[in-house]
């Protein structure tokens, strides 16, 4: 990990509201090459809407988001489709195109964004398709697929981007509790290569064992942050501590 380069991202100060609420709250991060970051906290404190202001699908109101160094320029077309092209977003419910097969799911994004020929993107949907394990699939439409399935198509077709960083929202929270295995399997594997990853989870296998960081958000503000290996040790009394314990409680319950 390089810290003398420029993060990949560099997220300051964002601020954001709807209907006069604020939801973010002057919230600052940096995610360099290789890191992989995970956000965590309860439910509406604001983590969906900071990876959407960070991939400017939605506004923030306040605040700059630089990629290498660059601001992102949001008035600008041609800023906007770079920060898109280099961080690719995989959501919680896969935003697959229902009347396109898994391959076109992938070679049509690339072919319009990417300006590649159609064999090229052809070659690059196979491929990726083949690294998520769905090879045999590449014929199939979202409704063949299973969840797990789908989700594995929105990330090739992220990957076939061949981005820079990758922002995950809940990537498991649509799955059935079979299907999530995985997906998480995806996700290990994508760390194990080396992908620079923002994710919001409530999976504690992600959070605990792939973060180098934890981000706890509470109310808009990352109150919390820290390695895994500090904020989840036995007795650290810490936010993130509780919050695991809370998620372990709940699947032991459903056990
Ligand atoms: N487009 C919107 N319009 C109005 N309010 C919104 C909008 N998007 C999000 N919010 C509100 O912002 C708050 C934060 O939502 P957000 O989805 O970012 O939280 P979260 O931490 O990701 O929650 P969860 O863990 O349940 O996904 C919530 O109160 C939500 O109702």
Redesign the pocket.
Known sequence: MTTDMPPILQIDNLYKS??N?T?LKGVSLRLHQGEIKVLI??????????LQCINCL?YPDEGEILLDGRVVDRTSKISLCRLRQEVGMIFQDFNLFDHLTALNNITIPLRKVKKIGRREAEKRARLELEQVGLADKTELYPAQLSGGQKQRVAMARALAMDPKALLLD?PTSALDPELIGEVIAVIKNLAARGMTMLM?THQISLIATLANEILF?EQGSIVEQGHPSVLLAPGSNSKSQGFCDRLNELSDGKR
């Open positions: 709807f209907d609420a939801i906290g309860p439910s509406g404190s604001g983590k969906s809407t900071l939605t809940e919001a958000m």
